[in-house]
């Protein structure tokens, strides 16, 4: 969504409204694919009393819209925008980190280091890779070593 004031005040482009073409797709992916879970969101709604707190005839009619309904598809709209974002980074960051750790996974013997030390170096690689998600291999086996207790039956 474009962060400047949808609802300009500019006569000639007054009223309308700018969406980015992600969050389009985002919508018409949930039409076409969500339509069960949104039916089970507006059902839930409405049993929670949303028809209670607004009376509106589901007639058709011209009607002005005011500004605190035109602020409300806004917030909805920004809303949906930035978890697309958040989701959509969220999502890049653990696919480079399922790229670059799987390899990295592979090449631990787990006759040596336990299930239990790779799974919290996992856990703490995870919070520190999202500024530098490329480094992931190297952080973690670093954080493998810091946790890592070996045993003299295990390094025979």
Not at 98 to 112: E, F, G, W
Not at 116 to 127: F, I, Q
Not at 149 to 155: A, F, G, I, R
């Amino acid at each position: 969504m474009n962060t400047n004031n949808p609802f300009d005040n500019d006569k000639a482009t007054q009223n309308q409204f700018v969406l980015s073409y992600e969050l389009l797709y985002l919508l018409q992916w949930l039409i076409e694919y969500e339509a069960d879970t949104l039916k089970k969101m507006i059902t839930r709604a409405v049993k929670v009393g949303f028809k209670e707190k607004s009376e509106i005839s589901h007639d058709v009619v011209e009607l002005q819209v005011s500004d605190s309904i035109q602020q409300s598809i806004v917030d909805f709209l920004g809303l949906l925008d930035s978890l697309l974002l958040e989701v959509q980074h969220d999502y890049n960051i653990q696919k480079i980190l399922h790229q670059n750790l799987v390899p990295a996974l592979k090449q631990i013997d787990s006759t040596v280091c336990d299930s239990a030390t790779v799974e919290s170096s996992l856990e703490k690689t995870s919070a520190k890779i999202e500024h530098s998600p490329e480094q992931a291999q190297e952080i973690l086996f670093k954080e493998i070593l810091k946790r890592w207790k070996p045993h003299k039956k295990n390094l025979n």
